[in-house]
């Protein structure tokens, strides 16, 4: 995201726990300070269901 190479994130979240040897959505680098993060503006939100579809941009 910071080469600017990312657009938006849709992401879909389900009400369950998948435990410690679940694979991550994502491989992060660990964060220095609060300064790095990625900052992101939620565009859209919806239950489809139980789930929950977000639609986030980079800002």
């Given at each position: 995201?910071?080469?600017?190479?990312?657009?938006?994130?849709l992401?879909?979240?389900?009400?369950?726990?998948?435990?410690?040897?679940?694979?991550?959505?994502?491989?992060?680098?660990?964060?220095?300070?609060?300064?790095?993060?990625?900052?992101?503006?939620?565009?859209?939100?919806?239950?489809?269901?139980?789930?929950?579809?977000?639609?986030?941009?980079?800002?």
């Amino acid at each position: 995201m910071h080469a600017g190479l990312v657009d938006e994130l849709l992401l879909y979240i389900a009400p369950v726990l998948l435990g410690d040897s679940a694979r991550p959505l994502l491989h992060l680098p660990t964060l220095a300070d609060m300064a790095a993060r990625w900052q992101l503006r939620m565009l859209d939100q919806r239950m489809l269901g139980e789930d929950m579809r977000l639609l986030l941009r980079p800002h």
